[in-house]
């Protein structure tokens, strides 16, 4: 059987991006509300005074600021933890509602915290009567209600009304902003023209985006809440604590999702990496007057950027210096064994040299190789080991390493895959791969193995039929799958019924290779993972 897992790919790649940029932001959250914890005591102190008479004598003060940082301290990562909860609930109309008030909200406060709405509008809202307040929110409610019902509507055509209604009310905002420009501003000079089509490009650009991002994030929702596992989207929590949701959240990898991981100097590294990249950011993007304080600005916040990226480098060689001991494990758990080819040790997933943010999103969310993304999706479930390439200096962030000899690494690989609860080999045709094989069928651990395929460069019709012929001779399976001109071979995947499943895909991404992993280690079912993500 083949499965062509190009949509599913194409949703966690999405996904991906937004759980990213959602670490950026999940911890620095409690710093950013800090920030505006003075005011907020001093409101609250204004409170106790004026309205109850209790002054801040006896330590009062102090006991409200600690109970204030208490709260919001715990709120602000509760907030994250609440949203995916919600996201993960099969509420399909509540899912798509609460996606467009929280894009809202997000949008408002990155606005906000990038300088892109102006104070002034907040400042003179208390002037506004109530017919004008009423107005106003009817000017933001109505295109959103539109949107809604636009999004959910299950008839063909109250999804074509309202598609054309809101290109309508966007075409009388532009008509009619520019309108008001021919009217109020007079072009004295060619620079003068420039500034008025700024000053209208600006708030056109953000409302279109705000736009886009609510659609996008109430698209997802809907998704998300249809009949489909969306662990298979979001990926498994297969530990329920407290810290294993917070640790996800903030987008430490898997091996780290647990309390016992605060002693690790890893953990920490990993931890404010982000804050110290999005830090950096802010601080490049605020807004400044003099010449010398914006060359202070760029320095410090290139410097910020510059330096969370070395910090979570630095985290990655922290974490690779636990090594694997196979007489002695250190842990309880059955390993996850991975098997490939030294030639290709990380299995590293092909993209494109020009595609820099994809190469960024990648680094950021451990989808360079598979090595990398088993200890962020699989290492939850067990330690994931390896064999160490010879004469390698440093060893990868990956799975964890044991060096072995010539002599005796066939012994170390029987017994340890054996043992293990799954096994993920990368398909090959070189001699150590082959004896993988072999020993994978004299022992039967076909029904715990996942299969990966290397994306091969060009043309790899060739490549992969020598492979899969190898494969179908040691596994005793036949070798007639059925492959589109434009699909790629991901993944080979055991089932119930003794014969394998070939993944494919339109485009080899690192995404579909997660669905690979995921589909295999969550037991997904072939209707599952053949999923067209159809509204």
């Known amino acids: ?36 914890l003075g005011a907020i005591f001093q409101f609250v102190s204004g409170v106790l005074r004026d309205d109850f008479g209790i002054s801040d004598s006896g330590g009062t003060g102090w006991f409200v600021l600690a109970i204030t940082m208490s709260v919001i301290a715990a709120f602000s990562p509760l907030t994250f933890m609440l949203w995916d909860w919600v996201a993960r609930r099969p509420w399909r109309y509540l899912a798509a509602f609460n996606g467009a008030f929280l894009g809202a909200i997000s949008m408002a406060v990155i606005g906000g915290a990038l300088g892109i709405v102006g104070n002034e509008i907040f400042e003179n809202l208390e002037s ?32 074509v009304v309202m598609k054309w209604l809101v290109i309508s009310m966007a075409a009388v905002v532009l008509i009619g902003l520019a309108g008001l420009l021919a009217e109020d501003l007079s072009f004295d000079s060619r620079d003068a023209l420039l500034e008025a089509v700024l000053t209208l490009a600006a708030p056109v650009a953000y409302v279109s985006i705000a736009i886009w991002l609510v659609v996008r994030i109430i698209r997802h929702r809907i998704i998300l809440s249809a009949d489909r596992p969306r662990e298979l989207i979001l990926g498994a929590l297969y530990r329920k604590s407290f810290w294993a949701r917070l640790a996800f959240l903030t987008g430490l990898p898997s091996s780290l999702w647990h309390a016992a991981a605060l002693k690790t100097p890893a953990f920490w590294a990993f931890l404010f990496a982000r804050p110290m990249v999005y830090g950096g950011f802010l601080y490049l993007v605020r807004n400044v007057d003099q010449y010398s304080e914006a060359t202070t600005q760029i320095a410090g916040g290139a410097g910020l950027i510059a330096g969370g990226h070395a910090l979570f480098y630095g985290a990655k060689r922290l974490a690779t210096k636990y090594a694997w001991v196979p007489e002695n494990p250190g842990d309880p758990r059955a390993p996850v064994l991975f098997l490939r080819s030294f030639e290709d040790d990380q299995l590293t997933f092909k993209r494109p040299w020009w595609d820099l943010p994809g190469h960024w999103f990648d680094l950021w969310s451990f989808r360079r190789n598979a090595d990398e993304a088993m200890i962020d999706e699989i290492a939850q479930y067990g330690p994931v080991v390896a064999l160490g390439m010879p004469g390698e200096k440093t060893i990868p962030f990956g799975a964890q390493r044991y060096y072995s000899t010539h002599e005796d690494w066939q012994n170390i690989v029987a017994n340890t895959a054996k043992a293990a609860q799954a096994i993920v080999i990368a398909a ?14 004299r022992e039967n651990l076909f029904d715990r193995t996942l299969v990966l395929f290397p994306p091969l460069p060009g043309d790899e019709s060739e490549g992969n039929t020598k492979v899969l012929a190898a494969l179908a001779s040691a596994f005793r399976v036949s070798n007639q799958f059925e492959l589109a001109k434009n699909q790629h071979i991901i993944a080979m995947i055991p089932t119930a019924s003794g014969v394998p499943t070939l993944l494919t895909a339109r485009k080899v991404t690192a995404a579909a290779y997660i669905v690979a992993m995921r589909g295999h280690f969550q037991k997904c079912t072939a209707r599952q993972l053949a999923d067209s993500l159809s509204l």
Do not use: C, H, N
């Open 128 to 159: 506004f009567d109530i017919t004008e307040r009423i107005s106003l929110i009817a000017m933001l409610g109505v295109p959103l209600a539109i949107l809604i019902v636009w999004l959910l509507a299950e008839s063909r055509t109250i999804q």
């Open 428 to 441: 090959g045709s070189t001699p150590g791969v082959l004896w993988e094989y072999e020993l994978i069928a």
């Open 1 to 36: 059987m083949t499965i062509d897992i190009s949509a599913l790919a194409w949703m966690v790649r999405r996904m991906d991006v937004s759980a990213t940029l959602k670490t950026f932001v999940a911890v620095f959250a409690i710093f950013i509300v800090l920030y505006y």
